[in-house]
Structure formats: structure tokens, C-alpha cells
């Protein structure tokens, strides 16, 4: 399992696949790479060098704990594992944190993205409620750990369907945020919660790009997603029907076609 110093932190991936065209996945919080298995296996038999890195904190990626971990610290950390790895553009894809991650890597480095794909994210920055939970969620992980994230977290991370009937989506998911180092959400915790207004930048986004969200997200309404698709003539919106927060699990052979016939267009 690869690891290298990357950023002064000892950073984590997984890469499956070859070749010179590139899919880098960058996962949501609380999680870790372990989210995109299934998109790993799928991409990489279409012939997708796909590479998912555990991001700094999360997974079996080290973290200096009194750092804040903003969106553009971990779109840096992700465009020098590129440059460690030797690759000089990718298609990124990233889902809700990830996503951020993702606005944060074009807005820095730009030169490094031949496509984006903005899954179950938005352009907002949060409103100031949501900015107070944030912070009250952190001295609540301080006091009780990575299971209060997921008391808070989980509930909201799929359909209503799913979450009535349960099943193993909804275990495993569970089991990584319970895994999810403390510190690491106490890091993040801030850098979400503070992270910067994309909205103006939409229009400006000059790669392909494409918006695919669950229609049956509870964490950020599916109506945001088609507002952020609007906003630039290069992207593409795609509603995945049957499916909560995440749609990559909750419906991945939808999500994973819609993927598919995006990334064929740039070929």
C-alpha cells in the first residue's frame, strides 16, 4: 500500500489502473478513500489510472493535529501527490468535502485539471448557523470522539428509504466514521466551516464539468446543484434518481454510467 512524506504529513493512496488518463477521487468527511471502491474497480477496467488518497487525518494518512485542515491545505496536498506521482492533469472528481477540495485544486492549480466532476457538493459557503454547528460539533468530538460525527452525520447521509430498511451500505459506512481519527474532524471541523464563497467563480470554471447529486440529498437540496450547473455553459447536470447524500453508493450503477459517459466525451 503506497505512502509517502507529501506536504510535511505521511499521505495514503490507493491507485488502480494505468495509463495517461487520469481520475483523482477525493473523499468526503468523515471518511476515507475507502468510499470510491467501488468507482476504483469501475474505472479502471475502462482503462482510468484512478487515484484515491486518503486525505490528511483521514484513513492511514498522518496529520499535524494542530493544524487546521482548510480546503486549499488539502487541495495542495492533493496536487503534490500528482506531482509525486508524475502526473500533470487529471479529471478530479470530489463528493460533498470533496468536493470543496475540488473548487479549492482548479482555483489553485488550474494547469493540473482537464475536467471536474462536483458530486453531492456545493458553491455556497455555509450560513452562519450552520458555521455555529460546525463549531459546537468539534467540543462535542473533543468531549465524545468520532462517534458524535456520526450521530450527527449519519442520519442525514442517505435517502430515507435506505436508512428505514438499513443493510450494509449504511454499516460500513458507520464503521468508517467510527474509525475516523477524532483529531482529524477537530481539524477539518474549522476549514468547512470557513471555507470560501465558490459562487462567483462559477462561471469562470473553463474545463468540462460535471454536476451529478442524489435527488434525494438531505444534506444539501438537489435544487443547489442544478443552480451551480446553470451557472457555467461547460457544465452538465446529472440527478441521480433513488439517491440520498451518497450517491455514489446509494445508486452507483446509475452514478457510475453517468461518470462513464462524461469521461467518454473527453476522450
Do not use: C
Not at 30 to 35: E, G, K, R, V, Y
Not at 41 to 65: C, E, M, N, T
Not at 132 to 157: C, F, H, I, W
Amino acid at each position: 500500500m503506497p505512502k509517502a512524506k507529501i506536504n510535511g504529513v505521511e499521505l495514503f493512496w490507493e491507485e488502480a489502473g494505468s495509463g495517461d488518463d487520469v481520475l483523482l477521487m477525493l473523499h468526503g468527511f468523515p471518511l476515507d478513500h475507502t468510499m470510491w471502491l467501488d468507482q476504483m474497480a469501475h474505472f479502471s477496467k475502462l482503462g482510468w489510472r484512478v487515484i484515491a488518497p486518503d486525505q490528511r487525518g483521514y484513513g492511514q494518512s498522518s496529520h499535524d493535529p494542530t493544524e487546521d485542515n482548510t480546503m486549499d491545505l488539502l487541495a495542495q496536498d492533493a496536487a503534490a501527490l500528482l506531482d509525486y506521482l508524475g502526473v500533470k492533469k487529471a479529471v478530479v472528481m470530489g463528493l460533498s468535502m470533496g468536493g470543496y477540495v475540488t473548487f479549492a485544486f482548479y482555483r489553485q492549480f488550474p494547469e493540473k485539471v482537464r475536467a471536474l466532476i462536483l458530486a453531492n457538493t456545493k458553491a455556497e459557503p455555509d450560513a452562519p448557523v450552520a458555521r455555529e454547528n460546525r463549531y459546537k460539533l468539534r467540543e462535542v468530538v473533543r468531549q465524545q470522539g468520532s462517534t458524535a460525527a456520526r450521530d450527527v452525520m449519519l442520519p442525514a447521509m442517505f435517502s430515507p428509504e435506505l436508512h428505514q430498511s438499513g443493510g450494509t451500505l449504511l454499516d460500513n459506512l458507520e464503521a468508517i466514521m467510527v474509525r475516523t481519527r477524532p483529531t482529524a474532524i477537530i481539524s477539518t471541523l474549522p476549514g468547512l466551516a470557513e471555507r470560501r464563497d465558490v459562487v462567483p467563480d462559477l462561471p469562470g470554471i473553463g474545463v468540462p464539468t460535471l454536476v451529478i447529486h442524489g435527488e434525494l440529498d438531505q444534506l444539501m437540496p438537489v435544487e443547489n446543484a442544478r443552480r451551480m450547473a446553470q451557472a457555467n455553459p461547460q457544465a452538465r447536470f446529472v440527478g441521480v434518481p433513488g439517491a440520498g447524500h451518497m450517491s455514489n453508493l446509494e445508486n452507483s450503477a446509475f452514478f457510475n454510467r453517468a461518470v462513464e459517459e462524461f469521461l467518454a466525451g473527453l476522450k
